[in-house]
């Protein structure tokens, strides 16, 4: 097992993976000759965007090898698992589907099965499937996704033993990864890495890293030539996109690098994701109420509307700063659409704690949030604290404030009712081949009739029906 200190990485490192790529593309080339296909690959990606679009990269190593994408895992010769170390489901559902492919592996022993991502970096896990998963192929982690060619061509060209090269400490922002981005109208766009925040219940800040932002020009020349490959929308990614610039000398603020990339020809939406609320400025609340392409949409976890709670989970803020806070956006952006992360069941969590969270619920009117029931992540301040709560509590709980967030999506989306909205027309519907889809600026998902020639335009369309989680219409244009 290799588990590597972080190291400065130069662009000629990076340039050497070419090499590597080079040979497996030849390897590929060859194993075409003996099998009149090529290689193909499949990936399964567990998590947040961030996890998305790192499998965005391997999907663009892999072009650059010409290894095609399989249809399903069953018809792939190499497959990769991208995890998530936020929630247990997200662990589980990882060592489940390694269990089940002890069978392909024994079907084509050549099969090459690799796990990344954020479960990597934990020591435990990775002797957990040293122990339990002979089969895996290759373990690598967050901070050298870069090296996976040069890994690949290792294993292949040594023997069958796992392969393990983990980095513990942060790597460096690095520049010019391929990437094979899953939609053609919008990307991610990754404009830091890693978390100072530590908050007790979560486990990024050790499989992330500290802090990292990559330059605004190396930020404004990706989201160039996504323009000019006809990109619409982009979304913004970091842990905290609040804290974007802190770690430069001169300190270039998330404000004013939205202020930036406003300018850019071509592009018609900025989103961004992940904003917390400690960090929230006027001037990134100005920014959002200004900028024509800033979508008037955010996300601002709040997590639990216990103060108690709150401090607990270290936090840095109270349920009246929250609340004020939203107060203060709804005033400089009236149509805005805000969304969250909401925990239940937090160690020593109350009912009157909980009643507070359901009253933050009332008050902001989210328009949808995503809820969780606390799971304990090892390596944690929150797994050695006291008064666990009991899981029939924490799934009571949890129902009540589905149901209550339900009732509110609803109650928001019916507002729309016989509304003319702006939406970026995506494609056909996932559900009705007949219908278009695309989303609002206030990120609404719309499915509407309309011409096949509108996709990838900005079309305004009649809303006719809504739905809990979504709208229904008819184009006007």
């Known amino acids: 097992m290799q588990r590597s200190k972080a190291k400065q990485i130069s662009q000629d490192e990076i340039l050497m993976q070419q090499y590597n790529i080079n040979s497996l593309s030849q ?31 391997l999907a663009g190593m892999f072009d650059m090898m010409n290894i095609d994408l399989a249809d399903s895992m069953e018809e792939a010769d190499i497959i990769i698992f991208n995890t998530c170390a936020v929630r247990e489901n997200a662990e589980l559902k990882v060592y489940g589907n390694l269990h089940a492919l002890k069978k392909l592996k024994v079907k084509n022993p050549d099969l090459i099965i690799a796990v990344c991502g954020c479960m990597m970096q934990q020591d435990h896990v990775v002797d957990e499937i040293k122990k339990r998963f002979p089969h895996v192929s290759l373990v690598f982690g967050t901070h050298n996704l870069y090296k996976f060619p040069e890994l690949l061509l290792k294993y292949l060209s040594g023997d069958s033993k796992t392969l393990i090269d983990v980095w513990d400490i942060d790597g460096n922002v690095i520049e010019g990864l391929p990437s094979a981005r899953r939609y053609d109208l919008k990307a991610f766009v990754n404009i830091m890495y890693g978390c100072n925040n530590f908050c007790t219940y979560c ?30 929308e982009i979304t913004l990614l970091g842990q905290n996109v609040n804290s974007y610039g802190n770690d430069f000398d001169n300190k270039v603020s998330f404000a004013k690098l939205l202020t930036m990339l406003n300018d850019i020809q071509g592009i018609e ?51 009246d700063q929250y609340i004020e806070l939203i107060n203060k956006i709804k005033t400089k952006v009236p149509n805005v659409a805000l969304t969250t992360d909401i925990m239940v069941g937090f160690p020593g969590e109350t009912e009157e704690d909980f009643l507070d969270t359901l009253d933050v619920l009332e008050k902001v009117q989210y328009d949808s949030a995503f809820m969780f029931i606390y799971s304990v992540r090892k390596g944690t301040v929150a797994e050695n604290m006291d008064n666990h709560i009991d899981e029939s509590v924490k799934k009571d709980r949890f129902n009540r404030l589905l149901s209550k967030a339900n009732e509110i999506a609803e109650l928001k989306n019916s507002k729309y009712m016989d509304e003319i909205v702006e939406v ?12 278009l889809m695309g989303r609002t600026r206030q990120n609404k998902l719309v499915n509407f009739i309309g011409d096949e020639s509108m996709i990838g335009s900005l079309v305004n369309v009649k809303v006719t029906e809504t739905k809990s989680f979504s709208l229904n219409g008819i184009a006007l244009d």
């Not at 590929?28 to 193909?40: A, H, I, L, P, T």
């Not at 990024?204 to 619409?232: C, F, M």
């Not at 949409?297 to 509307?305: A, R, T, Y």
């Not at 027309?425 to 009705?432: A, P, R, W």
């Open 27 to 57: 390897m590929n080339e060859d194993f075409f000759k003996e099998n009149g296909r090529y290689q193909s690959y499949f990936i399964q990606t567990f998590g947040c965007q961030m996890n998305e679009h790192d499998s965005e990269n």
């Open 269 to 319: 939406r900025i989103r961004f994701m992940t904003s917390h609320p400690k960090d929230i400025s006027e001037e990134l609340i100005d920014a959002v109420a200004n900028l024509d392409k800033v979508c008037e949409s955010i996300h601002l976890p709040v997590q639990s509307g216990s103060t108690a709670v709150l401090k607990k989970m270290n936090r840095h803020y109270t349920k």
């Open 424 to 435: 970026l027309v995506e494609g056909f519907s996932k559900k009705d081949k007949t219908r």
């Open 203 to 232: 486990i990024v800040p050790y499989t992330r890293g500290r802090e990292r932002s990559r330059n605004p020009e190396d930020v404004i020349n990706e989201v160039k030539d996504l323009a000019r490959n006809g990109v619409k």
